[in-house]
T-cell receptor, first 117, second 114 residues
Framework: DTGVSQDPRHKITKRGQNVTFRCDPI?????LYWYRQTLGQGPEFLTY????????KSRLLSDRFSAERPKGSFSTLEIQRTEQGDSAMYLC???????????????FGPGTRLTVT | DQQVKQNSPSLSVQEGRISILNCDYT??????FLWYKKYPAEGPTFLIS?????DKNEDGRFTVFLNKSAKHLSLHIVPSQPGDSAVYFC?????????????FGTGTRLQVTL
């Protein structure tokens, strides 16, 4: 049973460039989440999908950010016109979305560390 | 507003002793609580959880206690081991009633010394 995977693990980009991250959830999980974590803080929710439907977005997700999950499997998070304030760890998580504990428990990938210079 | 608070940024405990990590929350709509452990350069790893209808959940060396009236939960690790050294995050869910986002605290760095 493979866990959540994310690619790339590290990305360095120049301000103003676009970047795209990929997340592959645990195969039977139908819920997929994106979070952002900055130094000294806990992860902050960005958005989540149930299958291919994007059901909730945080106000942190400005119009420069877009996320997709086209076939209900992997997901991509794109940041356009990156700014230095976008530098953070971007974490993806998935959950089974069924009843009981599985409804709540989210399993995280290793994250993509973005540095905007 | 910080709805989930971990007021101790760090904790040092001797190997074999009990580690107690604390977490407070303000939103009474939260109905499920989780603890995650994080090593540097890795994603958070799920440890243990508790529903708001319970006051205790135990899994091996880890026990989570929930006091709903005080809006407080704690994680006990007994006995503490050097491999437990990591950052521990408390998280809460259920705010929207749809079990979507987790709201995290800022973490407590636990160091278990020999």
């Amino acid at each position: 049973d493979t866990g959540v995977s994310q690619d790339p693990r590290h990305k360095i980009t120049k301000r103003g460039q676009n970047v795209t991250f990929r997340c592959d959830p645990i195969s039977e999980h139908n819920r997929l989440y994106w979070y952002r974590q900055t130094l000294g803080q806990g992860p902050e929710f960005l958005t989540y999908f149930q299958n291919e439907a994007q059901l909730e977005k945080s106000r942190l997700l400005s119009d420069r950010f877009s996320a997709e999950r086209p076939k209900g499997s992997f997901s991509t998070l794109e940041i356009q016109r990156t700014e230095q304030g976008d530098s953070a760890m971007y974490l993806c998580a998935s959950s089974l979305g069924s009843s009981g504990r599985a409804y709540y428990e989210q399993y995280f990938g290793p994250g993509t560390r973005l540095t905007v210079t | 507003d910080q709805q989930v608070k971990q007021n101790s940024p760090s904790l040092s405990v001797q190997e074999g002793r009990i580690s107690i990590l604390n977490c407070d929350y303000t939103n009474s709509m939260f109905d499920y609580f989780l603890w995650y452990k994080k090593y540097p350069a890795e994603g958070p790893t799920f440890l243990i959880s508790i529903s708001s209808i319970k006051d205790k959940n135990e899994d091996g060396r880890f026990t989570v206690f929930l006091n709903k009236s005080a809006k407080h939960l704690s994680l006990h690790i007994v006995p503490s081991q050097p491999g437990d050294s990591a950052v521990y995050f408390c998280a809460a869910s259920g705010e929207t009633g749809t079990a979507s986002k987790l709201t995290f605290g800022t973490g407590t760095r636990l160091q278990v010394t020999l």
